[in-house]
């Protein structure tokens, strides 16, 4: 009979497990680790999303112009974004919902751009917003007669 290391015999049936059985089990779990880390969406969200939210706030800023009468202009930097209104002859930031200033989410860069949606609703100039995020790359296209698209 087997003796165990405290000095007490054990059965035949009482054996335990060999090292290469931990090892095998021990390289399971790390396997499925790994699955379940590369499984997990990025806590960022995904930058199409980001490009949606984006574009529906692009429109609710057309559509402001035209309830409104009055144009609203939409300033695009690396950073973010924000919507103005133009009051006599000056253009004046919108800081209420839905038209509040946003910051891009992290690790979101974009390009430059200027819009205004005159009171019928028409972009001027036409204009085409490029978000990256990595390798990521999604645009959204202002069209002169002010619809907005995203794309690939």
Known sequence: ????????????????????????????????????????????????????RFAARAVAARDRSIVDARAVRLE????????????????????EKPLAPARWGEGTRANAVSVAFDPTGIAFPQSQVVLERGEERVSIAIAADGSIHVGG
């Open 76 to 95: 695009v930097d690396a950073g973010g974004y924000r919507f103005e209104q133009r009051r006599r002859s000056n253009w004046v930031a919108i800081v």
């Open 1 to 52: 009979m087997p003796i165990s290391a405290t000095g007490s015999r054990r059965a035949p049936g009482e054996r335990g497990f060999t090292l290469v059985e931990l090892l095998v089990v021990l390289a399971i779990i790390g396997l499925m680790s790994a699955v379940v880390v590369f499984a997990m969406p990025d806590p960022r969200g995904r930058l199409a999303d980001e490009a949606e």
